[in-house]
């Protein structure tokens, strides 16, 4: 029979230190599984949310929440915010005994959002209401497209004489963002002046920093004496990409003169109005004053 081998010390002791570690490592797994937090659950959860990526600015929107409630003891509300900011009307009434799911409409006021090139980041945040505090639960960020239109407007003459006949030519530009159209300018109120054209005219499509020219007939005439400011309105009308309707009222300030050529005309028509008044008046007087001179004289 061979001898006994000898039992290396290096070795037992590798081995007596690596049980030790592993028993330490399990002590330490045991520890944190006993004394760790719990994750905590969410209360509230937001699913598929319905709300338009394009609006008309000025205009109110309407964002469809579902929501679903996980606890009891609370009530849910929810906000729309951008850059911190809350909308305006953009705060749900709170849902009391919320437990299970439910749609929630938002309906939002945009006229704190203004017109812009780059879609609004705006926030979605569904909040758990109870007693020991308010808590966001689950939010969801919606990209919102704001667009507008507006018309600038140039026109001439600025100053018009008693009398003439002149072309009132109008620039109108659209400075907004959105496309207009089916665009139409009318002239709603010609200031006293008469329109020798048509009145309406169409523009058609007019994308953002498009310009369109159009031309009235506008006539004066020699009996109109109201010298000064006036200002013709002219509405421009136009839908979006929806087909809704739109409008913008511009007023076109013009300077009514009198013209010489309008004073020659009247000077000798008052002068004769004068003077066949003072004849009448003169006629007048013997015709009433004559009896009452004979009955004088006979006394």
């Keep these: 029979m061979g001898k006994p081998r000898k039992k290396d ?45 394009k609006i008309y600015q000025g205009f109110p929107f309407t964002v469809v929440v579902p929501l679903h409630a996980n606890q009891e003891g609370g009530s849910i509300k929810i906000e729309l915010s951008v850059q911190g ?15 299970g799911s439910h749609d929630v409409n938002l309906t939002v006021s945009t006229t704190a959002l203004a017109a812009s090139a780059k879609p609004h980041q705006l926030t979605l945040t569904a909040y758990w209401v109870a007693l020991l505090g308010t808590t966001p639960e689950d939010s969801r960020t919606l990209e919102v497209e704001v667009v507008n239109v507006i018309f600038g407007e140039d026109h001439s003459p600025r100053t018009v004489q008693s009398g003439s006949s002149f072309t009132l030519n109008v620039s109108l530009r659209n400075d907004g963002n959105g496309i207009a159209y089916a665009a139409r300018a009318e002239l709603t109120d010609a200031a006293g002046f008469a329109v020798a054209t048509s009145k ?5 499509k007019l994308r953002p920093g498009d310009v369109a020219v159009i031309h009235f ?31 913008q009222t511009l007023k076109l300030n013009i300077y009514y003169v009198l013209s010489q050529a309008m004073l020659n005309y009247w000077i000798p028509i008052i002068v004769i109005l004068v003077v066949v008044a003072v004849v009448i008046l003169k006629y007048a007087r013997r015709i009433l004053l004559g009896p009452v001179q004979i009955i004088l ?3």
């Design 297 to 299: 004289r006979k006394r």
């Design 217 to 247: 007939g506008l006539n004066s005439t020699l009996t109109d004496w109201g010298q000064g400011e006036r200002n013709i309105v002219l509405i421009v009308a136009f839908d979006d990409w929806q087909g809704l309707p739109h409008s």
């Design 9 to 53: 010390p290096e070795t037992a002791t590798m081995k007596q230190s690596s049980a030790r570690c592993l028993v330490f490592i399990a002590l330490i797994l045991v520890i944190i599984e006993v004394h760790a937090p719990a994750v905590r659950a969410q209360k509230v959860l937001i699913g598929p949310v319905i709300a338009p990526s």
């Design 85 to 99: 900011i809350l909308l305006d009307s953009a705060q749900s009434d709170p849902i009391l005994n919320p437990v």
């Design 200 to 204: 309406s005219v169409a523009l058609g």
